[in-house]
């Protein structure tokens, strides 16, 4: 009788540490992928009101150069963001518009100088922005000079 030994060759197999560790690698880089997702979305709803902000002020700095120095008013409240519902303005993001005008020694003026001399415009748009950041204030401004 002969006697045949086998050899088993080595299987080589993933240990369930190796799976493990895999598991927790995927998942680190799932997570920091969805943080990354919502970070870029705040920041892009962030600058959507900034830009809509700027848009106000620029506008309204145009409307003052286009009309008489007397007839500058102090500002108004504005919708600065309406969330895609225009019909309905509870969800709307407002905002404080506030002109000022100033003489060249930058002493703040209510009428109008005499003798008639250029003056500083200076229009900012304040409001509170939407999602984890409506605790912060945010402004924009723009400011000029106008001749009468």
């Known amino acids: ?57 620029t506008s309204e700095m145009e409307r003052i150069r286009n009309q008489l120095y007397t007839h500058i008013t102090g500002g108004s409240t504005v919708t600065v963001w309406d969330n895609g519902t225009p019909d309905d303005t509870t969800d709307d993001t407002i905002g404080t518009l506030d002109v000022v005008v100033h003489d060249p020694a930058g002493h703040l003026l209510t009428a109008a100088p005499v003798p008639a001399i250029a003056v500083k415009v200076e229009v900012t748009l304040t409001w509170h922005p939407r999602g984890r950041r409506h605790d912060s204030t945010f402004r924009e401004t723009a400011m000029t000079w106008i001749a009468p």
């Open 1 to 57: 009788m002969i006697m045949t030994t086998r050899t088993f060759r080595s299987i080589r197999a993933f240990t369930i540490i190796e799976a493990l560790v895999t598991v927790l690698i995927v998942t680190a880089a799932s997570i920091g992928g969805i943080e990354m997702t919502a970070f870029v979305r705040t920041q892009n709803v962030m600058e959507q009101e900034r830009s809509r902000a700027h848009q106000i002020v």
